[in-house]
Nanobody
Framework: QVQLVESGGGLVHPGGSLRLSCAAS????????MGWYRQTPGEERELIAS???????NYAVFAKGRFTISRDNAGNTVYLQMNSLRPEDTAVYYC???????????WGQGTHVTVSS
């Protein structure tokens, strides 16, 4: 069992930056990868970026160059640095953990990001 708690969302002006955090607790040593997703009303949840337990990263095309995923040394907090934010980045941002042997997934409750002037 893994619990995920996101934080760092809020209102930001276009061109601004935010850093989201996802704190994992529970069976964190069995996590194979963590990722950030986002979802807007009526749309599918989409992958932004992921990072494996060995530090390999993967980004969606739209995220390359503006978003950076990272984690702390203990591996239980994952960050998403978002720069040059645009109104179309407005969404609920979710953290997901994928488990190493079962492939099971856990989701956080989401954090709202609004990009508006």
């Amino acid at each position: 069992q893994v619990q995920l708690v996101e934080s760092g969302g809020g209102l930001v002006h276009p061109g601004g930056s935010l850093r989201l955090s996802c704190a994992a607790s529970g069976n964190i040593f069995s996590i194979s990868a963590m990722g950030w997703y986002r979802q807007t009303p009526g749309e599918e949840r989409e992958l932004i970026a992921s990072i494996s337990h060995v530090g390999s990263t993967n980004y969606a095309v739209f995220a390359k160059g503006r978003f950076t995923i990272s984690r702390d040394n203990a591996g239980n907090t994952v960050y998403l640095q978002m720069n040059s934010l645009r109104p179309e980045d407005t969404a609920v941002y979710y953290c997901r953990a994928t488990m190493r042997w079962t492939g099971g997934t856990y989701w956080g409750q989401g954090t709202h990001v609004t990009v508006s002037s």
